[in-house]
């Protein structure tokens, strides 16, 4: 199974791509979209979208996992992490793919098994359980990759419970 794992942003959308096979992971590629600055949203969101289009079409995932806002921060960056949520969520249903929602205590918990890890152990878990000699770079691509192991983890917790 292929994972497109997704952690949302206006500014910087990042992606990584895992494959998991029997009980191995591999990375498969990871980066991060980088819209135009100071761009108005609707250009900043177009360029989002025929990006994470071109991602899936490179990579041909099964399923895409993307990261909810969380909301306690600040409403204004929630709203717009929201808004390039549901672009990540457009682009998968338009390539007919089914898309997977994880808040930040869900990957937490799923990819460290503690959901109040803080971001720098987080990303050093995605780097030990790819076996990277370096925690990948940006941290929105590690923070995606993140994202895609939660989605992986959550299936396998679903498997195991239905036996």
Known sequence: ?????????????????IEAKEDKI???????LNSPERSPIGKRLRYLYNGLLEVISSYQPD?????????AKNARSALAIGRA??????????????SYEYTPTQ?????????ASSKEQIQEMVRLQLE??????????????????????????????SE
């Open 1 to 17: 199974m292929r994972i497109l794992g997704i952690d949302p942003g206006t500014a910087t959308m990042g992606y990584g791509v």
């Open 26 to 32: 591999a990375l498969v590629d990871y980066g991060a």
């Open 63 to 71: 399923a895409v996992a993307i990261e909810q806002p969380f909301m």
């Open 85 to 98: 949520q549901a672009i990540a969520i457009l682009a998968a249903a338009n390539s007919d793919l089914p």
């Open 107 to 115: 990957v937490k918990q799923r990819v460290a098994d503690y959901g």
């Open 132 to 161: 990277l000699p370096q925690v990948p770079q940006p941290s929105d691509a590690a923070d995606a990759l993140a994202v895609a192991i939660c989605h992986l983890q959550e299936i396998h917790l679903e498997s195991l419970l």
